[in-house]
């Protein structure tokens, strides 16, 4: 089929497409700023609109008229539909828009999706979203026009507004949708003639007044910005918290289920020289931060004094908004999956090489081994350097900078200790490692990494990325492997403590490495379903971060409690790991539950990698360099855990990890390693 064929032959958009693209900012990845209820009117009058133009129903002064149920096929527009035809009493138009407006957001979830899929939009973690590289040419109603999918709709919005055009109904709506959400003067520039053609525009539809109406006359509008009703928050006293079982074994995920279960979604806790911390725990809550918190919640205040122990400013886990997309669309080829699939051969070279070191009868420190084992990977695949002669002293200064800039468990001087300062000298040797391997000679015929993307970001913008900001970026990934080495002890430790586990994720081990190293295609299938199953009960049970912090920017209400601006709030993501209702019998380690039908962790109550705009941008590979490893650890080695009856205990700061009195003994080797 020739190109001409395959725009002719491809499904035209719908208002709620057009809707969703016209709204789309590709600067912050995400709409531009609507207010809920605004947007929440516009998407469900674009649904009734489209119902209209395919002849549904039919709309006049008083009603809105049910012309056929028949179901479309369009998942947006069929449960709208449904509802119209169980109401036995007829409607107009405000009352549908008022009613359905709680709907919204599953109908903009299946909009986007289907943008996706149709190649228009890409999908980026986070939640973010661009206009794909293949985004389809117009001709979705008529084949004249040439340019992207936002462009066509663009161009016939502004020939009726600019050049006098009659509009067709689909123009009009779309007018009047986009009116409604007054983002009109974002994208073109309206003098008070064009203005006065989009007020006249607006009033040749009925459905686009009836948006119109339920957003200036609906009660439920104003209540978006009303504090006066909302509930005290309820304040646990310190003391008490410390009493919980589960902090005592450094489970936060588990207090936290346990402090929702007792207080709600939102409660306090003041603390002496921390002032007052609000917490927020739930599914509700864990919704409201993927999908609402980029518009009230910053990032920047919490982290820019941790930020000056690096010596920078504006690094990525402390940007919001068009500055953090724009960053992470550029260093997001770094953290590819893909990336570490075309290298699997260095992966299983440099594991090899570490694993190595390990002396049958010795025991090590479990954290240790795993950081280390891992290192040994991440370093020469992001940065090009081995590094692991330096990074036991990196990960040390990077958790006292945490725990004296952020936790504040300890006080400041602690990080200007001698131990301390020498160990921040380092950070400018590993960058300047990483600055002589990445010249052009030098990095000649060598696959791209993290560090080429960086170099090139700060040679093309040394605004955005000044080289004051390098010694951060630079040596990250020895701080990334800092955490995945903590989250692999984890694994390795729920591994060896249920040997029914153990014998099936060896065997898969055995069975992969049988007849050589496997390929990108067997690490994805089903021959290490078990370990990618277990993988996940582990990052349930077991989450590193379990909470993230942010600040205030814009006061809003979260389940019927204000948050002021200015507040800080912690947010314990990973509080529905232990929720019955989300994860039933929640202490019982079962990986069936990522099977269907459970796949209980679909949706935002399983969050290890962290919700909304700052979810983790390395899961895919993550999660494929942790099934690597754990494969890799069980194939060569017999290990045990040291003590034979240790208990685990987990250390809460700066982040979750196994306590250093955790050991794994190599007690055999099960296979010689490769030379």
Same mark, same amino acid.
């Given at each position: 089929?020739?190109?001409?064929?395959?725009?002719?032959?491809?499904?035209?958009?719908?208002?709620?497409?057009?809707?969703?693209?016209?709204?789309?900012?590709?600067?912050?990845?995400?709409?531009?700023?609507?207010?809920?209820?605004?947007?929440?009117?516009?998407?469900?009058?674009?649904?009734?609109?489209?119902?209209?133009?395919?002849?549904?129903?039919?709309?006049?002064?008083?009603?809105?008229?049910?012309?056929?149920?028949?179901?479309?096929?369009?998942?947006?527009?069929?449960?709208?539909?449904?509802?119209?035809?169980?109401?036995?009493?007829?409607?107009?138009?405000?009352?549908?828009?008022?009613?359905?407006?709680?709907?919204?957001?599953?109908?903009?979830?299946?909009?986007?999706?289907?943008?996706?899929?149709?190649?228009?939009?890409?999908?980026?973690?986070?939640?973010?979203?661009?206009?794909?590289?293949?985004?389809?040419?117009?001709?979705?109603?008529?084949?004249?026009?040439?340019?992207?999918?936002?462009?066509?709709?663009?161009?016939?919005?502004?020939?009726?507004?600019?050049?006098?055009?009659?509009?067709?109904?689909?123009?009009?709506?779309?007018? *009047?949708?986009?009116?409604?959400?007054?983002?009109?003067?974002?994208?073109?520039?309206?003098?008070?003639?064009?203005?006065?053609?989009?007020?006249?525009?607006?009033?040749? %539809? +009925?459905?686009?007044?009836? /948006?119109?109406?339920? =957003?200036?006359?609906?009660?439920?509008?104003?209540?978006?910005?009303?504090?006066?009703?909302?509930?005290?928050?309820?304040?646990?006293?310190?003391? !008490?918290?410390?009493?919980?079982?589960?902090?005592?074994?450094?489970?936060?995920?588990?207090?936290?289920?346990?402090?929702?279960?007792?207080?709600?979604?939102?409660?306090?806790?003041?603390?002496?020289?921390?002032?007052?911390? /609000?917490?927020?725990?739930?599914?509700? $809550?864990?919704?409201?931060?993927?999908?609402?918190?980029?518009?009230?919640?910053?990032?920047?205040?919490?982290?820019?004094?941790?930020?000056?122990?690096?010596?920078?400013?504006?690094?990525?886990?402390?940007?919001?908004? @068009?500055?953090?997309?724009?960053?992470?669309?550029? /260093?997001?080829?770094?953290? @590819?999956?893909?990336?570490?699939?075309?290298?699997?051969?260095?992966?299983?070279?440099?594991?090899?090489?570490? +694993?190595?070191?390990?002396?049958?009868?010795?025991?090590?420190?479990?954290?240790?081994?795993?950081?280390?084992?891992?290192?040994?990977?991440?370093?020469?695949?992001?940065?090009?350097?081995?590094?692991? %002669?330096?990074?036991?002293?990196?990960?040390?200064?990077?958790?006292?900078?945490?725990?004296?800039?952020?936790?504040?468990?300890?006080?400041?001087?602690?990080?200007?200790?001698?131990?301390?300062?020498?160990?921040?000298?380092?950070?400018?040797?590993?960058?300047?490692?990483? +600055?002589?391997?990445? $010249?052009? @000679?030098?990095?000649?015929? *060598?696959?791209?990494?993290?560090?080429?993307?960086?170099?090139?970001?700060?040679?093309?913008?040394?605004?955005?990325? &000044?080289?004051?900001?390098?010694?951060?970026?630079?040596?990250?990934?020895?701080?990334?492997?800092?955490?995945?080495?903590?989250?692999?002890?984890?694994? @390795?430790?729920?591994?060896?403590?249920?040997?029914?586990?153990?014998?099936?994720?060896?065997?898969?081990?055995?069975?992969?490495?049988?007849?050589?190293?496997?390929?990108?295609?067997?690490?994805?299938?089903?021959?290490?379903?078990?370990?990618?199953?277990?993988?996940?009960?582990?990052?349930?049970?077991? &989450?590193? #971060?379990?909470?993230?912090?942010?600040? #205030?920017?814009? !006061?809003?209400? =979260?389940?019927?409690?204000?948050? &002021?601006?200015?507040?800080?709030?912690?947010?314990?993501?990973?509080?529905?790991?232990?929720?019955?209702?989300?994860?039933?019998?929640?202490?019982?380690?079962? /990986?069936?539950?990522?099977?269907?039908?459970?796949?209980?962790?679909?949706?935002?109550?399983?969050?290890?990698?962290?919700?909304? $705009?700052?979810?983790?941008?390395?899961?895919?590979?993550?999660?494929?360099?942790?099934?690597?490893?754990?494969?890799?650890?069980?194939?060569?080695?017999?290990?045990?855990?040291?003590?034979?009856?240790?208990?685990?205990?987990?250390? &809460?700061?700066?982040?979750?990890?196994?306590? !250093? !009195?955790?050991?794994?003994?190599?007690?055999?080797?099960?296979?010689?390693?490769?030379?």
């Amino acid at each position: 089929m020739t190109r001409v064929e395959t725009e002719i032959a491809a499904p035209p958009l719908t208002l709620l497409d057009e809707l969703v693209l016209t709204l789309l900012n590709e600067e912050s990845g995400y709409f531009r700023q609507v207010p809920g209820w605004n947007l929440n009117c516009a998407v469900v009058g674009a649904a009734l609109a489209e119902l209209s133009l395919i002849y549904r129903i039919d709309t006049d002064m008083e009603s809105l008229i049910l012309l056929d149920q028949t179901r479309t096929g369009d998942p947006c527009l069929d449960p709208v539909l449904s509802e119209i035809a169980r109401e036995p009493v007829q409607r107009n138009a405000q009352y549908w828009i008022e009613r359905l407006a709680p709907q919204a957001d599953a109908i903009i979830d299946t909009t986007l999706a289907r943008l996706v899929d149709m190649k228009i939009l890409q999908h980026h973690e986070g939640d973010f979203w661009s206009l794909a590289q293949g985004a389809w040419k117009s001709g979705f109603h008529t084949s004249s026009e040439v340019g992207t999918a936002v462009e066509f709709v663009k161009t016939r919005i502004s020939r009726a507004i600019f050049n006098n055009e009659i509009p067709g109904p689909r123009d009009v709506v779309i007018i *009047c949708l986009i009116d409604t959400c007054d983002v009109l003067r974002y994208i073109f520039e309206l003098d008070e003639e064009s203005e006065a053609r989009v007020e006249q525009i607006c009033k040749m %539809d +009925l459905i686009g007044r009836s /948006i119109a109406d339920a =957003v200036s006359e609906n009660i439920t509008g104003s209540l978006f910005h009303r504090t006066a009703l909302t509930r005290a928050i309820p304040r646990l006293k310190l003391r !008490k918290a410390l009493r919980s079982k589960h902090l005592r074994k450094g489970n936060v995920p588990a207090f936290m289920a346990e402090l929702h279960k007792e207080y709600g979604p939102v409660f306090d806790i003041k603390v002496p020289f921390q002032g007052r911390m /609000i917490f927020l725990a739930g599914p509700e $809550t864990n919704h409201w931060v993927h999908r609402h918190g980029r518009m009230h919640l910053r990032a920047r205040d919490y982290l820019e004094d941790f930020e000056k122990v690096y010596g920078g400013v504006g690094l990525l886990p402390a940007l919001d908004g @068009a500055d953090h997309f724009r960053y992470r669309k550029s /260093i997001q080829p770094g953290y @590819a999956r893909g990336r570490l699939e075309e290298q699997l051969d260095m992966v299983f070279a440099k594991a090899r090489e570490n +694993l190595a070191t390990w002396n049958v009868g010795e025991a090590d420190i479990a954290v240790t081994m795993c950081r280390n084992l891992i290192n040994s990977e991440l370093s020469p695949l992001t940065i090009g350097i081995d590094s692991n %002669d330096v990074s036991d002293d990196m990960h040390k200064f990077k958790e006292r900078a945490l725990k004296t800039h952020l936790a504040k468990t300890l006080p400041k001087f602690m990080l200007h200790t001698p131990s301390m300062r020498r160990r921040a000298k380092l950070i400018d040797d590993v960058v300047d490692r990483v +600055l002589r391997v990445h $010249t052009p @000679a030098q990095r000649a015929g *060598c696959p791209r990494d993290l560090a080429d993307e960086l170099l090139n970001m700060h040679g093309s913008d040394r605004q955005f990325l &000044p080289e004051s900001n390098l010694r951060f970026v630079l040596s990250a990934p020895l701080i990334a492997s800092m955490y995945v080495g903590d989250q692999l002890s984890f694994i @390795a430790y729920a591994m060896l403590a249920q040997p029914e586990y153990l014998e099936r994720i060896r065997d898969e081990a055995d069975a992969l490495f049988a007849n050589g190293d496997p390929d990108r295609e067997t690490l994805t299938g089903p021959a290490i379903d078990v370990t990618r199953r277990f993988i996940m009960e582990c990052l349930r049970m077991y &989450p590193i #971060v379990p909470m993230s912090v942010r600040n #205030v920017m814009n !006061k809003c209400v =979260v389940e019927g409690y204000e948050l &002021p601006e200015g507040a800080r709030i912690f947010i314990a993501q990973t509080a529905t790991h232990y929720m019955s209702d989300h994860f039933p019998d929640p202490f019982t380690f079962n /990986i069936d539950r990522y099977q269907a039908p459970r796949k209980e962790h679909i949706g935002s109550t399983y969050a290890p990698y962290g919700l909304g $705009t700052h979810t983790c941008l390395g899961i895919r590979w993550t999660e494929l360099q942790l099934a690597i490893n754990l494969l890799m650890m069980v194939h060569y080695y017999d290990l045990e855990i040291a003590p034979k009856r240790y208990k685990l205990k987990i250390s &809460p700061f700066p982040s979750m990890s196994p306590n !250093k !009195k955790l050991k794994f003994l190599v007690a055999e080797k099960r296979h010689e390693l490769p030379v």
